[in-house]
């Protein structure tokens, strides 16, 4: 049986976008570089500077003047958050192309998208640092399920039937008929990509947060967030049913009960124009 290693082989080399990441990432960790010098590394890809402004100028910020270039975006919404919304977008690029005949992507890019929406306002409440890192992780928690579309549709197929036949969560139909589940190769990937530990975890242990060793608050935030997208039905990404909240994790998130009510509020106001802003 493949491990979740085997299963990633192909999509651990880095594409042209991650490239882009990866410099950007060296570049913030350079105390010498200027906010210029990590514009021009983000203008050297076209597409990318215009869809970062489109988001620096959307419902996520709420900037009262407009930002028109790379530099401002750098210096207003600031250089890990833009590191944040480079690797968004060089994900959903990444996983460009893949047949609807496996899976409808729209539809798992908006759950997706739901979530990452979900997890960010989750971590505002927290008043943690960088939120968009955590909408990075929301945005990631089921990739490796394209993963599995793409590697073993066969047995992806035979875990969706277990799970609908028999009234089991999709994960778990998974390591029954897989051995492990998505998340475990999410996580894989992520690692293999070396991507920060925190967004890896966050991603492993989504179903299980309990069991993140290093960053349970991450992976509870996330956790969390997959349980309301998939309760409010925003796009699917193939589960069933709406896996029950961890009792520890709510603990770990530390928020009254009544602030699930306002996160649906904001989700449905910055849904519609972040989808335009990822995927359209």
């Known amino acids: 049986m493949n491990s979740p290693d085997d299963l990633i082989k192909d999509r651990v080399q880095i594409s042209s976008q991650m490239m882009i990441f990866n410099q950007l990432q060296e570049a ?14 983000i203008n050297n890809d076209s597409s990318l500077c215009l869809r970062l402004l489109k988001i620096a100028n959307s419902s996520l910020y709420s900037f009262p003047t407009r930002i028109e270039t790379i530099t401002q975006a750098v210096t207003v919404i600031g250089t890990n958050q833009l590191r944040d919304m480079v690797l968004a977008t060089t994900v959903l690029k990444s996983f460009n192309g ?5 899976i409808n992507m729209d539809l798992f890019w908006r759950h997706s998208i739901a979530c990452g929406l ?42 969706l039937n277990l799970s609908q036949t028999q009234d089991k969560l999709l994960h778990v139909a998974e390591c029954d008929v897989i051995g492990y589940d998505h998340a475990a190769i999410g996580g894989a990937l992520l690692r293999a990509w070396k991507l920060p530990e925190s967004l890896v975890e966050a991603v492993a242990f989504h179903h299980a947060p309990s069991n993140a060793t290093h960053y349970p608050a991450e992976a509870a935030v996330v956790h969390l967030a997959d349980i309301i997208a998939n309760a409010l039905q925003i796009g699917n990404s193939g589960a069933f049913f709406v896996q029950p909240l961890d009792t520890a994790a709510w603990e770990v998130i530390g928020l009254p009960s009544s602030t699930i009510s306002a996160i649906i509020n904001q989700i449905d106001r910055q849904f519609a124009d972040t989808v335009e802003m990822f995927l359209i």
Do not use: C, W
């Open 28 to 41: 913030i960790n350079n105390p010498e570089i200027s906010f210029s010098d990590i514009a021009g590394i």
């Open 98 to 102: 893949i047949s609807d005949d496996l």
């Open 118 to 159: 979900a997890s960010r306002i989750i971590a505002t409440y927290r008043r943690e640092l960088n939120v968009d890192r955590f909408y990075v992780s929301g945005l990631m928690h089921d990739i490796g399920r394209l993963i599995l579309y793409i590697k073993i549709p066969e047995q992806v197929n035979k875990a």
